[in-house]
């Protein structure tokens, strides 16, 4: 049973699109997460969510949004996509705020 | 300012020798620290954690840590490395009353000769 699931794996698209990752875990956490790495393999937060409230967002563009319909998901949307977007972007979710967490599979973003 | 570093970009050991990354962090508030490893094209599969108590820890894969409080670090260790250690790994630190936020070094990537 995959704990942190993300769909999809891999997703080229064009500059402009609008797109969305979709983050689910099946842990019974409460708390979830996304990052950011980039083609230098450096990972960053980008937003933390707890009881789907946003607890964190990291000087993050507004063009992206994530949004968290319960408490085992949460979904990235990203409107008119850049060229430095590209990047894979990792869901995570923990027990609480200050707890271990537990990372998915990544989604390959590649915005052309 | 809050920030974790790995010295070492790149490691390569032979099969079978022993391993050291080197983790050191900057932080104002309490940390709790964490050894992640990043297979190619894989998520970041946790190796230890250390929040309070015994310094040494044990993790997976036949991993251990020490934290150090006076030196700042968290340095991963194995005694034997197998070829299927080859990967990145990571040393990321967290501390409370910050939103759950880790800070991640910059990654070592290890190289295991047959």
């Known amino acids: 049973d995959t704990a942190v699931s993300q769909t999809p794996k891999y997703l080229v698209t064009q500059m402009g699109n609008d797109k969305s990752i979709k983050c689910e875990q099946n842990?019974?956490?409460?708390?979830m997460y996304w990052y950011k790495q980039d083609s230098k393999k450096f990972l960053k937060i980008m937003f933390s969510?707890?009881?789907?409230?946003?607890?964190i967002n990291e000087t993050v563009p507004n063009r992206f949004s994530p949004k968290s319909p319960d408490k085992a998901h949460l979904n990235l949307h990203i409107n008119s996509l850049e060229l430095g977007d590209s990047a894979v972007y990792f869901c995570?979710?923990?027990?609480?705020?200050?707890?271990?967490?537990?990372f998915g599979p990544g989604t390959r973003l590649l915005v052309l | 300012a809050q920030s974790v570093t790995q010295p070492d970009i790149h490691i390569t050991v032979s099969e079978g020798a022993s391993l050291e990354l080197r983790c050191n962090y900057s932080?104002?508030?309490?940390?709790?620290l964490f050894w992640y490893v990043q297979s190619p094209g894989q998520g970041l599969q946790l190796l230890l954690k250390?929040?309070?108590?015994?310094?040494l820890v044990q993790g997976i894969k036949g991993f251990e840590a020490e934290f150090k409080r006076s030196q700042s670090s968290f340095n991963l260790r194995k005694p034997s490395v197998h070829w299927s250690d080859a990967a990145e790994y990571f040393c990321?630190?967290?501390?409370?009353?910050?939103?759950?936020?880790?800070?991640f070094g910059q990654g070592t990537e290890l190289s295991v000769k047959p």
């Open positions: 932080y104002g508030a309490t940390p709790y």
């Open positions: 250390y929040f309070s108590g015994d310094t």
């Open positions: 995570a979710s923990s027990q609480s705020l200050t707890e271990t967490q537990y």
């Open positions: 969510y707890n009881n789907k409230e946003l607890i």
């Open positions: 990321a630190v967290g501390a409370y009353n910050q939103g759950g936020k880790l800070i």
């Open positions: 842990l019974g956490h409460d708390t």
